[in-house]
């Protein structure tokens, strides 16, 4: 049974300033909307297939045609581009939900639970998180197979500790409510209580754990890619093109520079959505 509360009601901010941070949050969300629909739509209406080659000579320079110019064998960097952002988008997104589908749940019992169940589960997750996580990364590629699937799994996994430790306080400081000890006393089962309390309580922390979880799965899937444990080649991911232009830095330094600013500024644009979420959630929880 839910106990209702009258929230005390906030103060005026009369220089404006909570009214332009609160509509700069919803900018920063549009924009990372935005920004991945554009991603995952506009690489099906590339001017060219990623993968056709001969579409000029080889290292051609950027041009009316080919904005940003061919690669080595003469493949459009433009449209390989667009659809490596894509396949970095997914893949983020593979990993993300790996972590977060066995962390929430692990985070959940372990925060609900307390006691012996907490601390067994609290310290099995450390023991992962002594781990190096792109060590641990590449040793369960080299037993799976490289394959992106595989290394998004096992950034996935590496992920785990990540969520864990934000859903498990989360839910500690929900275990601690009025309305959880009541349905507990009233004999409600475990599971009803931690999904219709508990889970909504931690739905937030999550979500920004996620977004920031999300820029930081993009670099780990370049870096697997980069040194050939994630995308294979002719595949186009953000990693692979940045590995495909390293032999040719200095010579056509234009192969690396659409492939890297494309995963900065979707770095950027997670990492500030997510730096903005975390604001308002402080300053909803500070009320």
Do not use: K
Request: with cysteine; charged share 10%; aromatic share 6%.
């Amino acid at each position: 049974m839910t106990e209702l509360r009258s929230t005390p009601a906030a103060p005026a901010d009369p220089s404006g300033h909570g009214s332009s941070r609160t509509m700069r949050g919803r900018w920063q969300l549009l924009i990372l909307v935005a920004l991945i629909t554009g991603l995952l739509v506009v690489p099906l209406f590339a001017p060219y297939p990623p993968n056709q080659t001969g579409l000029g000579p080889g290292l051609q320079p950027p041009g009316l045609e080919h904005w940003f110019g061919l690669d080595a064998v003469g493949r459009d960097v433009f449209s390989r581009t667009l659809t490596g952002a894509r396949t970095s988008i997914l893949a983020a997104t593979l990993a993300v939900a790996v972590g977060l589908g066995i962390g929430l749940p692990l985070g959940l019992v372990a925060g609900f639970s307390g006691g012996r169940i907490d601390g067994i589960l609290t310290q099995a997750v450390g023991i992962l998180q002594t781990i190096p996580g792109l060590i641990l990364a590449m040793a369960i590629v080299g037993m799976t197979g490289r394959s992106l699937v595989n290394a998004m799994i096992a950034i996935g996994v590496v992920f785990v500790p990540r969520f864990y430790r934000v859903i498990r306080a989360a839910a500690l400081s929900a275990a601690a409510e009025t309305y959880v000890t009541a349905s507990r006393s009233m004999g409600s089962p475990a599971w009803r209580t931690i999904m219709g309390h508990v889970l909504p309580a931690v739905l937030s922390a999550t979500l920004v754990q996620a977004t920031v979880t999300m820029a930081v799965a993009v670099l780990s899937e370049a870096t697997l890619s980069f040194v050939g444990l994630g995308v294979q080649p002719p595949a186009a991911s953000l990693g692979t093109l940045l590995a495909e232009s390293d032999d040719y830095l200095g010579l056509a330094n234009n192969l690396a520079i659409l492939p890297g600013v494309c995963m900065v500024g979707v770095v950027l644009v997670f990492t500030g959505t997510a730096a903005q979420m975390r604001r308002v959630l402080e300053r909803r929880e500070a009320r």
